[in-house]
């Protein structure tokens, strides 16, 4: 029993990390590679490495959403105003300025050290997890249940905002101007 | 059980991956990915701290997200070939026409 318990915890932990290596790899290239379409590439790897971290916390719904809708169709998108501009290489963008980017690298590390400082000191505080419950946490059953209930009034002001969103996006991109 | 604080770090790292990208790169295009790529580390700290607290609310709060994020990612779209039909470009310091 407590090898078995043993074993679970390290294929969690194996899981984790693996995917965290890939995550962190697939978004340093997404924000470094010239070319858009290498980078949505990229981008889709990283959304993947997300949706398989949502299931290591038991949240098989939220995972399912993350495929669906930004793998699926946020990026699709993407992929097609990149091929509909024809951008190609970023070359001509001349991406000068090293001194902005300097900048940017120096604020960058200097947040991340602050963030990184402040969970770890808060370590006490954290709660300790009871996975025992959190697994039928993430189910439809669950969230669906919360959503048309508590949620109702949130749930359907996002149907205004897509619908917002739908028309502001044929306007802006049909007119010219 | 891998702790809460690996998410959390994790979400940081992919968090400021995000920012530097939103401001060293010029495409608007890699700027709007990098804006994805901040919504969805913020993502995942909700969905973890849902899971370690025991609370559905989290995960809520990221279909949320997902929602605002893909309104987005339209009208942010529309608005980059917008730009691109009046100025052929998409690079963001040639973009300065609310600015004189």
Request: neutral net charge; hydrophobic residues 60%; aromatic residues 10%.
């Amino acid at each position: 029993m407590d090898n078995a318990w043993n074993n679970t915890v390290t294929l969690e932990s194996i899981l984790f990390y693996g995917l965290a290596v890939v995550a962190i790899g697939s978004a340093l290239l997404v924000v470094t590679r010239r070319s858009p379409v290498i980078s949505a590439l990229y981008l889709i790897l990283n959304f993947f490495c997300l949706a398989g971290l949502y299931l290591t916390l038991h949240a098989q719904f939220i995972a399912v959403i993350q495929i669906l809708v930004y793998a699926g169709a946020i990026m699709v998108l993407f992929v097609f105003v990149i091929m509909l501009l024809n951008l190609g290489d970023e070359r001509w963008l001349r991406e000068g300025m090293s001194y902005k980017k300097a900048i940017a690298v120096g604020l960058s590390a200097g947040l991340l050290t602050e963030l990184i400082y402040i969970l770890e000191s808060a370590g006490s505080t954290m709660p300790p997890g009871n996975f025992g419950k959190a697994t039928d946490l993430g189910t439809v059953e669950s969230i669906g249940s919360q959503l048309f209930t508590v949620f109702l009034f949130p749930f359907e002001v996002t149907s205004i905002l897509l619908l917002v969103a739908i028309v502001g996006a044929l306007v802006l991109a049909k007119r010219k101007f | 059980m891998v702790p809460l604080q690996s998410y959390l770090v994790l979400s940081a790292i992919l968090f400021i991956i995000g920012a530097f990208g939103v401001v060293s790169r010029r495409n608007a295009i890699i700027v709007f990915m990098s804006i994805e790529l901040m919504l969805n580390s913020v993502n995942l700290t909700l969905v973890a701290f849902s899971a370690y607290l025991g609370d559905v609310t989290g995960q809520i709060l990221v279909f949320f997200v997902m929602t605002v994020a893909a309104a987005e990612a339209a009208v942010g779209l529309a608005i980059v070939i917008a730009l691109f039909r009046r100025k052929r470009t998409v690079n963001l310091d040639e973009i300065n026409i609310l600015k004189w």
